[in-house]
């Protein structure tokens, strides 16, 4: 059997841990050999002086005295907001997307601008060590088709699905469509992407997902319609991403007028089939496994106690929150009630396209919140919520996620010296004299100062994903 192994300081959470026991978890290997089989799968992952005789015969990757990790997860990302990032509204996230997504999102309707679109994406994806992602696509079905294009050519993998719109203001007219061509649109692409590669969905890197962008976004009708259409198509393993309790800004804000337009109780009735008046229910659920709902800043306990009851998945976005001014997602409350994090760039509203820049910003906002609420986010569990996290939050932490034996190999090469401040850093940095927190320090300075310019090389089910 012919192998691969690639030689390097690994990283990775081993197992199937809570994010509460990821530090337990934690392994790391100074001086790690990975092994992959030809198909990509992993089957040594340890020491190299403990490599087993029967792979010292292989292709030798040296990456020393760089990093191997898991690849990056970032379960929220918006493909028709490219271009868009660092866009000034004047105002927090309604004002902010009538004035400046709408009408960046609606360019996309050129062919050529949208193929365009979709080869920056996905070279950016590659730049930030973005293996696996969540993402809110484009309204225009060409678009899509550009985009899933240009990810199969690169070898990543994806979720995505267009962004459905059926009511709105003036400049999202361009991106809405009749509530008929709503389900007809989803079908289609779904009949069409869903695991096209490789014509299963248990072995592709190609899925849908049915995006209602946002319950303000689209009606009763198109609700009750897409839980119809997602009972039809849920064996198939499609995926549901939308946003939820985004901006909490009083009588005017996203979760107020959600509320009052919808008279639910709670923003999460509306994405549950309860959503006609009093939270009465009016159609099925869009709950469940393969459900991603971002930010999730201002959830009611009932909330993120269903959330947590049917399998549906937060994705944490604190680059975007901040940009926006939407608040800070509590960590302890959401940890405690059970629901699987993990992370998001939400680039555009997010402005970074790599998952370290947001597991710092995470960091840094959570251990600022007032109070008992404040903490410091071990290293593990940052590790943890971009990787591991982001692959269970997909329902695929059985195919990658972390080296644990059989898995596809999913990883970034880390080079230091790409980023000099980041070299140095892990050069001259003190350590302390407990083996067990001087790791957690190296680990955190790692994390913490990743750039593009850091991440060399990116994998894929152990092939080099390649930009065009």
């Not at 990032?85 to 009538?98: A, H, K, N």
Request: charge should be negative; hydrophobic fraction near 40%; glycine fraction near 10%.
């Amino acid at each position: 059997m012919a192998t691969h192994l690639h030689l390097g300081h690994i990283f990775h959470i081993a197992g199937a841990p809570k994010v509460t026991e990821a530090a337990a978890a934690l392994v790391s290997i100074p001086d790690g050999a990975l092994v992959l089989d030809d198909d990509g799968r992993i089957v040594f992952c340890g020491d190299r002086a403990e490599l087993p005789f029967e792979y010292e015969s292989g292709t030798v990757y040296d990456h020393r005295p760089g990093f191997l990790l898991p690849g990056f997860v970032d379960t929220h990302v918006h493909f028709p907001q490219t271009y868009a990032g660092d866009s000034y509204g004047g105002g927090q996230l309604l004002e902010w997307l009538t004035l400046c997504m709408f009408p960046s999102e609606a360019k996309f309707a050129d062919p050529e601008f949208a193929q365009q679109a979709a080869v920056e994406f996905t070279n950016r994806r590659i730049s930030a060590g973005t293996t696996a992602a969540m993402v809110f696509g484009s309204a225009f079905p060409h678009a899509q088709d550009a985009l899933f294009t240009e990810t199969q050519k690169a070898g990543l993998r994806i979720v995505s699905g267009r962004g459905i719109q059926t009511v709105g203001d003036e400049t999202a007219q361009p991106l809405m469509t009749s509530e008929e061509d709503a389900i007809r649109l989803t079908r289609e692409e779904i009949d069409k992407w869903h695991g096209a590669d490789t014509g299963d969905v248990d072995t592709a890197l190609l899925h849908v997902a049915i995006i209602p962008r946002f319950s303000l976004s689209v009606t009763t009708e198109t609700l009750k319609n897409l839980g119809e259409l997602y009972d039809e198509v849920r064996d198939r393993g499609v995926y549901v991403h939308s946003h939820l309790n985004e901006n909490n800004r009083p009588g005017t804000g996203e979760v107020d007028s959600t509320k009052e337009t919808y008279q639910v109780n709670s923003y999460l009735d509306t994405y549950d089939g309860k959503f006609l008046p009093g939270s009465a229910v009016g159609g099925k659920s869009l709950l469940g496994r393969r459900t991603i709902l971002a930010h999730c800043v201002h959830c009611q306990d009932v909330e993120l106690e269903r959330m947590a009851e049917t399998g549906t998945s937060v994705s944490h976005c604190p680059i975007s929150q901040l940009f926006l001014g939407s608040g800070t997602m509590p960590w302890k409350r959401t940890v405690a009630s059970g629901v699987t994090i993990s992370v998001g760039t939400d680039f555009g509203g997010g402005d970074e396209w790599l998952i370290p820049r947001v597991l710092g910003d995470a960091f840094k906002v959570h251990i600022t919140e007032p109070g008992d609420d404040g903490v410091s986010m071990h290293p593990a569990e940052m590790l943890f919520v971009g990787t591991l996290g982001g692959a269970r939050a997909l329902d695929m932490e059985n195919r990658f996620g972390n080296f644990d034996l059989g898995k596809e190999a999913d990883f970034v090469v880390v080079d230091p010296a790409g980023t000099p401040a980041l070299d140095g850093l892990l050069r001259n940095a003190f350590r302390s004299a407990d083996p067990e927190l001087a790791r957690d320090q190296t680990l955190f300075a790692l994390l913490m100062g990743i750039r593009e310019t850091s991440i060399t090389e990116v994998y894929v089910a152990g092939k080099r994903a390649k930009s065009s």
